[in-house]
């Protein structure tokens, strides 16, 4: 109530020398975008690009993202009777900063759509090429494979790059899955709970 000025919205943080005369005993900093969009829950690291004022209107409209976050798993608890600790899930972020501003996304992104179907295409067939256990004979069948799905040898070495790069993410993924549910339950996974659940 006594944090900042109402009814207009500064560029930039105020500074020291932006403060009255020292008569002035009561003063209040503007309102900037990036305290607007911190309080209502998004991360330092996230941008807006609406034009004019649109930028405002984006983060005034959006429902919190804690707040949704709560909201769901209030839900899910009404329609299944299974309870949460409340506090250990809102403790944790709820956006993974580390995701912010990257190119490639699991299922989508700025890669091209054949690319993430080449990658998924190999993804499985290297799964599939595991279970044979001599290794010579594997990496013979994970050459032939990358051969097929990508026919020109200079673009192999990138997809082979996105590859790699959706593993990791995944793995990332399957762990940070992993200790969100250990969280969520300190005491063990309620009864029922399992569909719910990601696949770890």
Same mark, same amino acid.
């Given at each position: ?27 209040? /900093? ?9 309080? %209502? ?23 919190? /993202? ?26 944790? /972020? ?10 490639? +996304? ?28 001599? /290794?010579?004979? +594997? ?20 997809? +082979?790059?996105?590859?790699? %790069?959706? %593993?990791?993410? +995944? ?11 250990? %969280? ?17």
């Amino acid at each position: 109530m006594e944090g900042f000025q109402g009814g207009s919205l500064a560029t930039e943080a105020t500074k020291v020398e932006d403060f009255p005369n020292d008569s002035d005993t009561y003063y209040l /900093p503007i309102l900037t975008q990036a305290v607007l969009s911190r309080a %209502r829950g998004f991360p330092d690291g996230w941008t807006f690009h609406g034009e004019g004022g649109g930028n405002v209107d984006m983060i005034a409209d959006a429902l919190s /993202p804690i707040v949704a976050k709560i909201v769901g798993l209030q839900v899910y608890s009404a329609l299944t009777e299974v309870s949460f600790d409340l506090d250990a899930a809102i403790s944790e /972020p709820i956006i993974n900063e580390f995701w912010i501003g990257k190119k490639l +996304r699991l299922n989508a992104g700025s890669e091209e759509h054949h690319i993430l179907t080449q990658a998924e295409v190999m993804i499985r067939g290297a799964d599939f090429l595991s279970r044979i256990s001599d /290794p010579k004979a +594997r990496r013979i069948k994970l050459q032939e494979l990358i051969e097929d799905v990508e026919p020109t040898a200079p673009r192999r070495t990138y997809l +082979r790059k996105v590859v790699d %790069r959706i %593993r990791f993410e +995944r793995e990332l993924k399957d762990a940070e899955d992993a200790a969100r549910v250990e %969280r969520l339950f300190p005491n063990g996974v309620p009864e029922g709970t399992e569909d719910w659940l990601p696949e770890t």
